[in-house]
C-alpha cells in the first residue's frame, strides 16, 4: 500500500487506474483536492501513480486487487473507505478488450470481459450505495464505450459489456432519483491508450488522453447525467442504431476483419 497523509473531506475510488482514462483522471482530481483510492491489477504501475500525486502534494493511496473479483474490489474500497474515510466519488473505469471470433470462439473470454467491464463495476456500486443513501450524498461515474451503442463486428463481448455497463447505470441513476446521489454515464469513443495502443483497425476521430480528461472532469463536477465524445463519432454510431438491420448489418460487415489481433487476443491490457 503506497499513500500519503492529508485529507480533504473529498475522497474518490477509480477503478482501473494504473494507466489510461484512470491514470489520467487521478491525477486531475487529486489536484482538485480529491484524496484519492486507486486501484488496478498491476502493483508496480500503480504505486507509481500515487507516487506522482503525492510528488505533486495530494493524497493517494493504492489498493491493488483484479477487477473480475466482486469480493476483492468491495474488500479494495472498503479498506480505502477505513483509510481515506468516506467514498463521495466512485469512478468505475477498469475496462478489458477482447476481439470475439467466431472461427475460435471462446466463452471463457467473454465470461472474463463481462467480469471486468460490467461486474467489476456492479461490485463496487454495491460497496459505496449504501454509505452514500445514508448520507444523502455521492455520485457514482460508470466509463461506457460508444461501443456499447450497437453491436459491433469482432466485438460481442465488449459491445455487450458496456452495452449493459450503460444500460444497468442508467437504470440506477432513475431509481436514485430525489437521493441526493447523481449517477454519471460516460461513452467514450477511442481515446489515445495503452488499450488501443495495441488496435491495428481504424479508429476515427481518435483523441488524446487530456482533452478527454478534461471532457470528462467538466462532467463529473457538473454532475451530468451523461456525457458522449467526440461527438461526431458518437452521432454516427448512434444514428446507425435506427437503420433497418438489413443496412446495419451489411455497413458494419464493410469493416476489415483481417487486422484482428491473432487468435482472439486481446488487443490491450486490462486497465
Known sequence: MTGSSGNTGRVCFITGASSGLGKGL????????????????????LAEVADRIQEEGGTAVSFPCDASDGPAVVSAIRRCEETLGPVNLLIANAGMSL??????F????????LDV???????????VLAGMLDRGDGQ??????IAGFAGLPMSAAYSASKGGMTNFFESLRIDLRGTGVDVT????????????DHNRHAMPFIMDLE???????KAIRKRKKSLAFPWPLAGLVWSLRVLPRPIYDWIASRIDRTKAPEAGGPPGPPE
Open 185 to 196: 454515464v460516460i461513452t467514450p469513443g477511442f481515446v489515445r491508450t495503452p488499450m488501443t
Open 117 to 127: 467491464n460490467l461486474l467489476g463495476a456492479v461490485y463496487a456500486t454495491e460497496a
Open 99 to 104: 476481439n470475439t471470433l467466431v472461427d475460435s
Open 211 to 217: 482533452p478527454a480528461v478534461e471532457l470528462m472532469v
Open 140 to 145: 457514482i461515474v460508470a466509463v461506457s464505450s
Open 106 to 113: 471462446d466463452a471463457a473470454g467473454v465470461e472474463k470481459v
Open 26 to 45: 487521478a491525477l486531475r482530481l487529486a489536484r482538485e483536492g480529491y484524496a484519492v483510492g486507486l486501484s488496478a491489477r498491476r502493483e508496480t504501475l
